[in-house]
């Protein structure tokens, strides 16, 4: 049966990964594209690369990134981060990216969802959503690494989001990103149980249980984690082997 | 000579595919290419595809690419992948458009509400490593029809020579990356090379004298995936 799947995610600026709480203390975590291949060798199911470059004239630094890792990893590369045309995610996808996550861009213009996926294939379509509780049992949306709330429904929109053809939601709650104290299980099982497409958990793992906790109790079809893998706590082997040994069926 | 066409229809990205066939076979000429010609007179022709199925049908006609692909798929060594592999067979449900026919057989989509034995839903794309289960008889398809593929697949030792060369030193039940909501669906069970379960078995690998198609992406499914695409590449049917 279908494996559920460990996500490293890297998060780049200026050439390298960093890892913060919450967007500020960004802390080095290296070079993207050695850590892309110690991930891989690990037995990593996939990679995130979210390029969190502030300035527009960086912005070649990913593609060339992306080049150097989908030349030497050939696992599936998801690469977000200031997508906002059409345009962009052909220049991704040239460069080797695999899937394309679109954030803000998404909520600006949600017609670029319908415009990326008719071109490219819902397959290569990620809409990355960025939730905060609102009260008992509500997210909402919000934009621009969590500042701008949108006053949209995080479950109605990511219906939304897959009725324009994304074909994968990464779910990421703001409330607990950096937190390590595990996953918003009740906004990622609220999320899945809603949708037909697969749901990506993020934001807060800190620990192996905390990724069994997000397949098992929130229902996630794939854990995306930084930090616990980051600074070699954790290898993406030993969180398989956890997992296994929880009964989650994994690629070991 | 061109070794390896991958047939570019302007669906998708190729990048992953050229890549993979580069590092396997790095003194092969490899080339991506939307010209009838050059697909014709390659050694070898990698048929990708991604999207959906009529977009895909509609540009290889448009481009001018259907004769090609039809008569490297008859008398080369051609590895349909993904969508690639779909428009072999005569018709999808997707958007019910007719594919190229060369195999007899339908395109249709996964059930909708499907659950895993734990009563968890399973999610449409069917995205992610799944295992293969590798049917081992004769590639050919004048085998033994009358042998249905085995439940567990395991008839047969490994490296037997009832095992299709492109499965060579890939172990059974090995996990490839899928992505995908429809499959195949052959007529003929001798077709048959490969199954995947989700929840029930369907059909992930097909062989037909010179052809071979895969529903799963091999250049993107790290080890396995880079071990049958060098296969491939090795391949003389």
């Known amino acids: 049966m279908l494996a559920k799947r460990i996500i490293p995610c890297l998060d780049v600026t200026a050439g390298r990964v960093v890892k913060g709480v919450s967007f500020v203390e960004l802390r080095d975590a290296g070079d993207p594209v050695e850590i892309a291949r110690r991930y891989d060798e690990q037995g990593a199911d996939e990679l995130a690369f979210l390029d969190i470059t502030a300035s527009s004239d960086d912005r070649g630094i990913i593609f060339r990134i992306i080049e150097q890792v989908a030349s030497q990893v050939f696992i599936p590369l998801t690469v977000g981060g200031g997508v906002r045309e059409v345009g962009d995610v052909r220049n991704l996808l040239n460069a080797g990216a695999d899937k394309v996550s679109i954030n803000t861009s998404a909520v600006l213009n949600p017609q670029l969802v319908a415009d990326a996926a008719g071109r490219y294939g819902s397959q290569c379509i990620v809409v990355a959503i960025d939730a905060k509780q609102i009260g008992s049992g509500r997210w909402d949306v919000f934009t621009h690494g969590g500042r701008k709330a949108t006053g949209l429904d995080v479950v109605e929109w990511a219906k939304k989001m897959q009725c324009l053809g994304a074909g994968e939601i990464l779910l990421t709650s703001m409330d607990r990103d950096g937190q390590k104290n595990g996953f918003d299980l009740p906004l990622t099982r609220a999320v899945t149980d809603a949708l037909e497409i697969p749901v990506i958990a993020s934001g807060g793992a800190g620990n192996l249980q905390h990724l069994a906790d997000g397949v098992k109790q929130g229902g996630a079809d794939a854990v995306l984690a930084a930090s616990i893998f980051h600074f070699g706590e954790y290898t993406v082997q030993q969180a398989k082997r956890f997992m296994a040994t929880r009964g989650i069926e994994v690629r070991l | 000579m061109i ?11 190729l990048r992953s595919v050229e890549q993979a066939l580069r590092k396997v076979a790095p003194d092969d000429k490899i080339i991506v290419s939307d010209d009838a010609k050059v697909i014709a007179d390659a050694r070898r022709v990698v048929f990708p595809g991604q999207g959906a199925m009529p977009d895909c049908m509609r540009e290889l006609e448009t481009r001018g690419l259907r004769d090609a692909v039809l008569e490297t798929a008859r008398n080369k060594p051609f590895l349909g992948i993904c969508i690639g592999m779909q428009m072999l067979f005569d018709h999808s449900t997707e958007g019910n458009v007719a594919g190229l026919g060369i195999l007899r057989g339908e395109v249709v989509r996964f059930a909708a509400n499907m659950r895993d034995a734990q009563g968890d839903k399973l999610k449409v794309p069917h995205m992610g490593w799944n295992r293969v289960r590798r049917i081992e008889r004769p590639a050919s398809h004048e085998g033994d029809a009358t042998v249905a593929p085995s439940p567990s697949g395991r008839g047969l030792g490994r490296g037997s020579a009832l095992e299709h060369p492109l499965w060579a ?19 003929d069970a001798a ?11 369907f059909t992930c690998a097909v062989a037909l004298d010179n052809l071979f198609g895969v529903q799963f992406h091999p250049e993107k499914s790290q ?10 590449v090795q391949w003389n049917p």
Do not use: W
């Not at chain 2, 070794?3 to 990205?13: K, P």
């Not at chain 2, 077709?191 to 078995?201: A, E, K």
């Open chain 2, 3 to 13: 070794d390896v066409a991958v047939v570019d229809y302007g669906m998708g990205n």
């Open chain 2, 191 to 201: 077709l048959v090379q490969g199954t995947s379960d989700y929840p029930r078995p």
């Open chain 2, 169 to 187: 030193g890939i172990p059974q039940d090995e996990r490839f990356y899928f992505v995908h909501s429809y499959y195949v669906c052959p007529q």
């Open chain 2, 223 to 232: 080890t396995a995936g880079l071990k049958l695409l060098q296969n491939f």
